[in-house]
């Protein structure tokens, strides 16, 4: 019973490099969400996805976008790392607006 | 603009007391209430959610909910050092995602 897997886990980039987070579901839940957690900053929303097939801007998008590939998979991408993108970056899934989120573990990105 | 406030701490309680961990919301359409621990470097975990104003139990736990002062606490009873802690309230309301707070940090001294 994985729940909500991220992949990967640790991950160190040079300024201007791209890359993509991967996030899966095994719920069946129809929404998910993609958070950046920074010291003193709390989970600030980066991107959504209410359903299959939409998207929309959280709090912070700038940098960053991303795709819903199926009802599973949620995946983040940055185009061009900047240092200010270094955190841990969390992916969460629920059933609904109104049911509890559950996260995955976490990819802890720095950007040099 | 929706806001969830809570005490950042640290919140400082001695091992077999009392903890009451308060959180506040603007949005008097809120409607589920949530509190997630977050143990350092772990992702956060849900402990309850509570819908309709009053108290629920869960074992040391309990979530009071007062929708007509819009607050929502977690009391954890007999707390041990294992309950350290920071503990993330988080409000719905309508189609919208959840809005988290920063968190309090709770420390359990044995």
């Known amino acids: 019973n994985a729940g909500v897997t991220q992949t990967p886990k640790f991950q160190v980039l040079k300024t201007g490099q791209s890359m993509t987070l991967q996030c899966a579901q095994d719920m069946n839940h129809n929404s998910m969400y993609w958070y950046r957690q920074d010291p003193g900053m709390g989970l600030r929303l980066i991107y959504y996805?209410?359903?299959?097939?939409?998207?929309d801007k959280g709090e912070v998008p700038n940098g960053y976008n991303v795709s819903r590939l199926n009802k599973r998979e949620f995946s983040l991408r940055l185009e061009s790392a900047a240092p200010s993108q270094t955190s841990v970056y969390f992916c969460?899934?629920?059933?609904?607006?109104?049911?509890?989120?559950?996260f995955g573990d976490g990819t802890r990105l720095s950007i040099l | 603009q929706k806001e969830v406030e809570q005490n950042s701490g640290p919140l400082s309680v001695p091992e077999g007391a009392i903890a009451s961990l308060n959180c506040t919301y603007s949005?008097?359409?809120?409607?589920?209430f949530f509190w997630y621990r977050q143990y350092s470097g772990k992702s956060p975990e849900l402990i309850m959610f509570?819908?309709?104003?009053g108290d629920k139990e869960d074992g040391r736990f309990t979530a009071q909910l007062n929708k007509a002062s819009q607050y929502v606490s977690l009391l954890i009873r007999d707390s041990q050092p294992s309950d350290s802690a920071t503990y993330l309230c988080?409000?719905?309301?309508?189609?919208?995602?959840?809005?988290f707070g920063k968190g309090t940090r709770l420390s359990v001294i044995a």
């Open positions: 969460a899934s629920s059933g609904s607006w109104n049911q509890p989120q559950h």
């Open positions: 949005d008097r359409g809120s409607q589920s």
């Open positions: 509570i819908y309709s104003n």
């Open positions: 996805s209410a359903s299959e097939g939409t998207t």
């Open positions: 988080a409000v719905n309301s309508g189609n919208t995602p959840l809005v």
